[in-house]
């Protein structure tokens, strides 16, 4: 691993203290000045490194599924079960949000594929396009049988799936988000049940237009 330098450490130190001070303040309320002062660096030195918050904020992303990478390659380890790595992928990534619950909150109003923060948005392709990379592996490694016409769409169709899912957790007020928890158990087993399901040519029409429909979305 490349050794960090004094700069990497000094934006680091910034992306820290700005993800600290959105949890205490909010994301709206913080400020680039209170960031610089919560890092212990000049305005000018977090503006070099981040010119927003939202840069911010995909910085702390990136950083985020890059951590889970680990925890993920565990958790898949553990079964070749497509429904079990399903359930396993989402829980990693709820666990690791935990802290962060609120923040998600506050960003979940940016859903506009024009705002820069939209997970939905060009800004964040890559980062969207790494998550759906995880979904099109546990399909084949996993050996899902999935046809022709459907096998590309599936990765993106589980990805806002896991998208769904993590809004209800953010607005889910069950003690230790209970229900989230439940949700996830019952429909990762409908999920599996419906692909395995699909490939039945009685249900090539139905297969047809959610096909259409996914495209149809994605522009």
Known sequence: MKPKTKSDETRARILEAA????????????????????????????????????????AFYDRAQREMEARVEEALAGTRDFEGRLRALIEVKLDYFAPDRALLGALAGHADPEHPLSPFGATTREIRERDMNFFARIL????????????????????MYQMGVILFWIYDRSPGQRRTRALIEKSAGMVARLIKVSSFPLLRPVRKAVVELVETVSG
């Open 140 to 159: 084949e490694e996993s050996k899902v049988k999935v046809t022709p016409d459907l096998g590309p769409l599936l990765p993106q169709m589980l990805w």
């Open 19 to 58: 993800v600290e001070l959105f949890r205490r303040r909010g994301f709206d309320a913080a400020t680039m000045r209170e960031i610089a002062a919560e890092a212990r660096v000049a305005t000018g030195a977090a503006y070099y490194y981040f010119d927003s918050k939202d840069a911010i904020v995909l």
